[in-house]
């Protein structure tokens, strides 16, 4: 069910999934599950944990084979020598743990094809670039989650893919190295590179990505360009910097809900409900410091679809 979805602008597509459908003894992981990324662009494939997107990237990549539909691959049907331009993170560490990291670095990217010396000179740049210089003749094992999961971002990237494929690639990590991450992505799709993501973080798809496809129960909720699902979706959420007892909200006609936020309230309303009647009705009763109509989150977007695929 693609409830609310929209098309992606216009634009030469690297990654193209076809009606995949996988089942495990019995149970359905993915069920016709179909979606296509555009080149030069992020993408994000996300939902809930158990939701098939593990599954689907390895069908993707050729790790398991669907039990029907296809994959394709700069246009053409996916075939195993094309993986010479795709890089893939994993969401279980493949790393050998008793392995110097720039030796093991230098091995997996002549795995990949490069010389001895186009090897070292690619993981000099990227331990440069993820700030990992000093790490070359420390074992993996040494290494906290967050190091590890950095040193597998490298050998992803080391024989310059065209295609970008991580499995939750933020897991572990603190936030000032998931911020080099997201640097990393952006520049990678500056340089023409693609980028598929999974995760379950919403709000880092929101940031970073343009097209999305949502996916619950192995089946596609959402799927599109992210700035026209949400404007489909309309702008029905006031978020508001309030001093002041605000209970009194929750009984405003056209109020659907109230959420305390922190430091500011987010107000859903009814549909058809009037913003400005809303803050007619604050004001004289609390201090109004910010009053903002905007778009619901993709969160409750993912909420609000998912409901409706249960109902």
């Known amino acids: 069910m693609n409830s609310g979805a929209t098309a992606l602008p216009s634009a030469p597509v690297a990654l193209e999934v076809c009606s995949i459908r996988k089942v495990f003894n019995g149970t359905v992981a993915v069920d016709d599950l179909s979606f296509a990324v555009p080149a030069a662009a992020i993408y994000g494939l996300l939902g809930p944990n158990g939701a098939g997107k593990t599954t689907t990237i390895r069908m993707m990549l050729d790790i398991l084979v669907p039990d029907s539909g296809?994959?394709?691959?700069?246009?053409?049907?996916?075939?195993?020598?094309?993986l010479r331009r795709v890089g893939y993170l994993p969401e279980e560490r493949g790393l050998y743990k008793k392995m110097k990291v720039g030796e093991m670095l230098v091995f997996l990217a002549q795995l990949r094809g490069l010389s001895r010396p186009q090897s070292e000179r690619s993981v000099g740049e990227w331990m440069g670039r993820l700030e990992m210089s000093g790490w070359g003749r420390k074992k993996v094992e040494e290494l906290s989650k967050g190091m590890q999961?950095?040193?597998q971002f490298a050998a992803t990237l080391l024989h310059d893919p065209d295609?970008?494929?991580?499995?939750?690639?933020?897991?572990?990590l603190d936030p000032v190295n998931t911020v080099m991450l997201k640097e990393v992505m952006l520049e990678l799709k500056r340089k023409g590179k693609t980028v598929v993501?999974?995760?379950?973080?919403?709000?880092?798809?929101e940031k970073l990505c343009e097209g999305i496809c949502l996916v619950n129960h192995g089946r596609s909720v959402l799927e599109g360009n992210l700035r026209e699902i949400r404007r489909s979706f309309g702008r029905n959420t006031i978020r508001a910097e309030l001093e002041g007892d605000w209970q009194f909200?929750?009984?405003?006609?056209?109020?659907?809900?109230?959420?305390?936020?922190?430091?500011?309230?987010?107000?859903?309303?009814?549909?058809?409900?009037?913003p400005q009647r809303i803050l007619a009705g604050l004001i004289g009763r609390v201090r109004v410091n910010s009053f903002e109509v905007t778009e619901p989150s993709l969160e409750e977007i993912f909420i609000r679809s998912v409901g409706k695929v249960e109902a």
Do not use: C, W, Y
Request: aromatic content about 6%; hydrophobic content about 45%; proline content about 5%.
């Open 70 to 82: 296809s994959v394709r691959l700069f246009g053409e049907p996916f075939r195993r020598e094309a």
């Open 149 to 151: 999961q950095k040193v």
């Open 163 to 172: 295609v970008v494929v991580l499995d939750e690639p933020f897991a572990g």
């Open 197 to 205: 993501f999974s995760t379950h973080q919403m709000e880092q798809v």
């Open 249 to 274: 909200l929750r009984a405003l006609e056209g109020v659907r809900d109230v959420v305390d936020a922190g430091n500011q309230v987010e107000i859903k309303l009814l549909p058809g409900a009037d």
